[in-house]
């Protein structure tokens, strides 16, 4: 008899524990402390509902580890997925942090680094908010952001999951790329508004580094930073054999490249060989930076794909 006094008491706290829960009453949850790309110490609550995101390559993230209901608010340039135009703005380089408290966030993902203003992270510690920075590097990091946002949101699987995957189709273009018998030099256009002086990129961008593995030769590989202007001189000089259109989301074809003034004597543009690629693809370090290197496999070495 006691022992089944006792059943009906655990039963009944059960169905109170129940009701509590349906009446929005708040469950106490142990969360986790994970350590990010700066090398802070933050703990986040289990499960996060309300996610902020600071960068569009982590709303890119949170998407695609299945989070897209939890974003309430993205950055001014969170375009991808289509979904994530429609969550609230919080602004662009310089967040809103009157914005972002009024969405009650329970994690804010962020980056660091310029042009990002470390002050806001600050801001945002001292307002009690819990803030994830990232800042990858390099293909691998990479790989370790999409599994620290799994772990920060409870969505571990998925993340090795997408993990797994990247990892399987960056290999196999490496594998395929890695013995190839010519590099052909390539030119990737960033922005060419003054064409007498083209932005393009130099050693230590995603760009360079891609282009490598996709079995090219960057023709400022040797250049003094990551982003740097080509005078015209130096561009006639490297003669590329392909000029990739970076800044082809901005309206920039292959006809208009043709039409510059000194551009026609050089080797790609007299073959053609003028590609527009998505560039978001490369310089947004999420999901999709494999789709970037595939792509720039395509062009660079279109007889192994």
């Given at each position: 008899?006691?022992?089944?006094?006792?059943?009906?008491?655990?039963?009944?706290?059960?169905?109170?524990?129940?009701?509590?829960?349906?009446?929005?009453?708040?469950?106490?949850?142990?969360?986790?402390?994970l350590?990010?790309?700066?090398?802070r110490?933050?703990?986040?609550?289990?499960?996060?509902?309300?996610?902020?995101?600071?960068?569009?390559?982590?709303?890119?993230?949170?998407?695609?580890?299945?989070?897209?209901?939890?974003?309430?608010?993205?950055?001014?340039?969170?375009?991808?997925?289509p979904?994530?135009?429609a969550?609230?703005k919080v602004?662009?380089?310089?967040?809103?942090?009157?914005?972002?408290?009024?969405l009650?966030p329970?994690l804010?993902?962020?980056?660091g680094?310029?042009?990002?203003p470390?002050?806001?992270?600050?801001r945002?510690?001292?307002?009690?908010?819990?803030?994830?920075v990232?800042?990858?590097?390099?293909?691998?990091s990479?790989y370790?952001?999409?599994?620290?946002?799994?772990q920060?949101t409870?969505?571990?699987a998925?993340?090795?999951k997408?993990?797994?995957d990247m990892?399987?189709?960056?290999?196999?273009?490496?594998?395929?790329?890695?013995?190839?018998a010519?590099?052909?030099t390539?030119f990737?256009?960033?922005d060419a508004?003054?064409a007498?002086?083209?932005?393009?990129v130099?050693?230590?961008?995603?760009?360079?580094?891609?282009?490598?593995?996709?079995?090219?030769?960057?023709?400022?590989?040797?250049?003094?930073?990551?982003?740097?202007?080509?005078?015209?001189?130096?561009?006639?000089?490297?003669d590329?054999?392909l000029i990739?259109l970076?800044?082809?989301?901005?309206?920039?074809?292959a006809?208009?490249v043709k039409?510059?003034?000194?551009?026609?004597?050089?080797k790609?543009?007299?073959?053609?060989?003028?590609y527009?690629?998505d560039?978001?693809?490369?310089?947004?370090p999420?999901?999709?930076?494999?789709d970037?290197?595939?792509a720039?496999?395509?062009?660079?070495?279109?007889?192994?794909f």
């Open positions: 008899m006691r022992q089944a006094l006792f059943v009906l008491f655990i039963a009944a706290l059960a169905m109170l524990a129940l009701a509590a829960c349906d009446a929005g009453a708040s469950v106490p949850n142990p969360g986790v402390t350590t990010d790309d700066a090398g110490a933050v703990s986040v609550v289990s499960n996060p509902q309300r996610i902020v995101s600071l960068a569009p390559s982590n709303t890119e993230i949170l998407f695609a580890l299945g989070l897209g209901d939890q974003v309430v608010g993205v950055t001014d340039f969170c375009d991808y997925p979904e994530a135009t969550k609230a602004g662009g380089i310089t967040p809103n942090v009157e914005q972002i408290v009024t009650k329970d804010v993902v962020t980056i680094g310029d042009p990002f470390a002050e806001l992270i600050t945002l510690e001292e307002l009690g908010l819990p803030t994830l990232l800042a990858p590097k390099d293909l691998d990479v370790h952001d999409i599994e620290l946002v799994g920060a409870g969505k571990q998925e993340a090795k997408l993990v797994d990892k399987a189709r960056a290999q196999a273009v490496t594998d395929k790329c890695k013995n190839v010519s590099r052909p390539v990737y256009e960033l508004t003054d007498a002086k083209p932005f393009t130099g050693p230590g961008s995603w760009h360079d580094t891609f282009i490598q593995i996709a079995g090219g030769t960057n023709v400022a590989a040797n250049a003094p930073s990551p982003w740097v202007q080509f005078s015209m001189e130096e561009l006639v000089k490297s590329p054999a990739i970076g800044d082809a989301n901005r309206g920039v074809t006809d208009a039409a510059r003034e000194g551009w026609g004597s050089l790609a543009v007299q073959s053609g060989a003028i527009p690629i560039d978001n693809l490369i310089s947004r999420g999901p999709r930076v494999v970037g290197l595939e720039l496999a395509r062009i660079i070495h279109p007889e192994l």
